[in-house]
């Protein structure tokens, strides 16, 4: 009856996981959240101003399809300020959320069957959305030896295969881990030497830690950067991405985008041209994740879970859990997560979500919310852990 | 360098007419609109009132991805009051726009070459987005006999041919024409019997003058309804819409949404609430339309177009020009629309945009705007014409 590739799509576990931990609520659970990645602070007070000032003149309107000037002009700004590097406002498309900025990018790409590399383990989404647009996602098993990140030794052969585009996620969901620079550069050369396109999703920039991102930008103006509101501005339901594109990929997008999407949120929009003026706030809020971080990362290595490198960047941990299954005597860490679920209401996410690179394993925990809930959760954790060892 | 889809991506020609437009009215110039389908009354207080009220109260993360359940209860309710048809809330999706209903629901349905049918004139994002999801647009010419809207006589054959779906869209865009009831009934009854699906595009119901606008689910619990808050609520640039999507469709449609826009925008989602405590306003609305279109239709018939079918529905009107183009001595819609745009300031669709079917001597005039603006427009007009004929 539907479309085949329907069944390429899977559900994220994180949801199911999400739904079981508000049932659990709705019983009068006290739920700790460690499943997801949404910051938990009130959005600033001169974003919510902004959006209040635009309801109140009634720019509610349609925007042109590659949003508002101002916007735009906006963002190629940050780009000067932030990263020193030369970006045209002409070339800043803004989308609905970072998702509508990979619909354009994936769509403008990929001809029926065509390969898009990417790192396992990755952001569930981006598999999915391949299949959705008719590509073939090429998962490559990355680990510790590069940060998590795809590498030229990696790339070289599916290069040669005729891979249409690589995606790079620095900082990575679920590692957390930032690509080495000269990997970045190298990557890039390897991709673009054989004709092929590099995807940045840069969602993740400035909630880093100990060196600061680099943008694809800075090595070549053939890639496509993605980049978006939810995640350093924490403007999650306020879907605003946006998109660097390649000059001769603009007239293509802007087309698409009026057929796809027509324009991003209007009140968004305005609403996040004060996003800007809030950096302070928000870089002070990266401090309070780094040290979540810090805290959480020892406390699970004292648990007797495996970090083999540092994350340094998002707000995620990916932890090798094997240490502490076998303790337990258990097969994966998709029933850790259930049980700790259920039984001491602290919620995680199982590797399931992030690829086929020993999902079994792994398990993502996010530290993007409050200090005192992340120590609550490694109360009950290491009580659990003590208890079942007895 | 990029997919080959995108060469059957056509950007809109009303863009370029607006874009025109916009520096003519950059130059000083007293444009007049009747090339857009945006209404320019302002946004109803207790919209705007709900948006601050979710504002002050930060309601501005995530919601899940069908929407917020009390939106997705009013929409249930909004069947059962206007249309009275039962849906159960749990088959509403809302969606970022109709556009995103179209991406679903397209997505959803299509194979890589399967056939969706369309009414040709018809709106050209149809083809554009079909395309985009590596499905064919089977475009069929449609008249005045049908009130340009698909019927069984034109569906018989592609049905046996294995066509996937058959997109109805009632009231038309451009034609503002409504699908004869008994048409509706026996297109689902001859599509869904040949195993087919009817995306019904309902997002101008309600902006109907003669008789009442008929859902798809009147007949059918296997049929897409795509409709959504940017005509009859007016709230365009708000980026939200609605589904009612057939049980079996449900769970992919919601994996689907999480993987390709997470949410609608959280703020428009409780805005939206507000809208169906203004359906008296919008109402009144409706009979400030339908005295434009009674004006409009006049004066166009009275300058020599054509109007074969009064429209009944939407704010348009899609006029065949080909007597006064023969008055003129010109070869086609589109040059009368640029020399009206440069030389007497109305903007005006070529009938370029909306398919196959004799586009070069039809023009879509909409009548969104206000009584006395399209006064103007007609004066202009009429005085243009009288001075060409002498």
Redesign the interface.
Known sequence: ??????KD????HV?EVLKRAKELEAEGGDLIHLEVG?PDF??PEPI?KA??DA??Q??????P?LGIPQLREAIAQWYKRRYNVTVNPAHVVVT??T??GF?LAL??????G?KVALADPGY??YP??IH?L?GDPLAINVGPESRYQLHPEVLKKPMTQGVRGVLITSPSNPTGTLIRPDDFAANIELVESH?G?VISDEIYHWITYEEPPRTALEWSNKAVVINGFSKYFA?????LGWMIVPP??L??V???A???????????QYAALAAFDCEDFFQQRVQGFDQNRRFLMGALRDMGFSIPVDPSGAFYIYADASPVLRRLGLNDSATLCRTWLEEIHVAITPGLDFGHNRPGVHMRFSYAGSLDRIQEAVRRMTRDLKQRAT
């Open positions: 009856m539907w479309a085949n590739k329907l799509i899977q559900p994220f949801m949404e009130p959005t919510l959006a209040k309801l109140n009634d720019l509610t309107r349609y925007t399809a609905p959320g998702s509508g619909i769509g403008s790409l990929l001809n029926p065509d569930p989404c999915n959305m959705f008719g004709g396109v403007m999650t339901g306020w879907r001769d990929l007239p293509k802007e087309a698409l009026q057929n796809l999407f027509i324009s991003a949120t209007t009140i968004s």
